[in-house]
């Protein structure tokens, strides 16, 4: 008889021999499946289709968000860079003194300022 331990490791024929059994995948390999555990696997597969199918669905939807937010961000930046420099061209002093936005303010208080014999 067959034992689990190696030869000449001092074991053969000790107390707790133990017999030598083949693999059990080994003898599944000889039996046919039966139609219902072929069956069983074919669902399984399909459903696993069928969630990565979903799952893929639901990444384009985010990557669409994604692409929608890069494109808000990008447009967001290019209308700050133009307020910036509308801002930036308020700002500068022109010739002559007073800006032109503090000159448009005396105005509107006083659209007729009174003349010099006033």
Do not use: C, N
Not at 50 to 64: F, G, K
Not at 72 to 86: C, M, N, P, V
């Amino acid at each position: 008889m067959e034992t689990g331990a190696p030869e000449g490791s001092g074991r053969e024929g000790s107390a707790r021999e133990i017999p030598f059994r083949p693999r059990p995948e080994r003898e599944r390999e000889h039996e046919p499946a039966s139609q219902a555990s072929i069956q069983g696997a074919i669902e399984q597969v399909t459903e696993i289709i069928e969630s990565l199918r979903d799952a893929v669905d639901e990444m384009e939807e985010v990557l669409e968000t994604v692409e929608l937010a890069e494109r808000q961000k990008t447009a967001d930046e290019q209308e700050i860079e133009s307020l910036r420099r509308a801002l930036r061209q308020l700002q500068r002093p022109r010739e002559g003194g007073q800006g032109g936005r503090e000159r448009e303010r005396e105005r509107e208080r006083d659209p007729h300022p009174p003349g010099p014999g006033h």
